[in-house]
């Protein structure tokens, strides 16, 4: 037995089926039905990866310019044609503010 608890890293991985580790800058959240979001980003690469519950753990590459509004049906929002409501994207928008310096070019 360990006293060291496993890392939220792969908890998150194993829960949504995605290559996670803890090179990856990653957020969780639950929203007011009880669904999951899962995003990681990884040092270097151009697009974080979001994965949602009830899009049946199916990722999707995000970046900054993801968040679309009346994209695919008017007033509503989506990522890459995933729907998803504001608090969804608040939260999302967050994680890829505080991930954007992992996404940038090394000068």
């Excluded at 890293?9 to 957020?27: M, Q």
């Excluded at 974080?48 to 199916?58: K, P, T, V, Y």
């Excluded at 999707?60 to 993801?66: A, L, M, P």
């Excluded at 994207?89 to 940038?104: D, G, I, M, Q, V």
Aim: charged share 25%; hydrophobic share 40%.
């Amino acid at each position: 037995m360990t006293d060291n608890p496993p890392a939220i890293e792969s908890i998150l991985a194993r829960l949504c089926g995605g290559a996670i580790t803890n090179k990856d800058y990653v957020g969780y959240f639950m929203n007011e039905y009880g669904e999951e979001l899962i995003f990681a980003q990884r040092r270097g690469d151009k697009t974080g990866r979001l994965w949602h519950s009830d899009a049946d753990w199916e990722m999707f590459r995000v970046s900054d310019h993801s968040i679309r509004v009346g994209e695919v049906m008017e007033g509503m929002i989506t990522v890459d044609g995933l729907i998803i409501n504001r608090p969804e994207a608040t939260w999302l928008s967050s994680c890829l503010a505080a991930s954007r310096h992992l996404r940038e070019k090394a000068s």
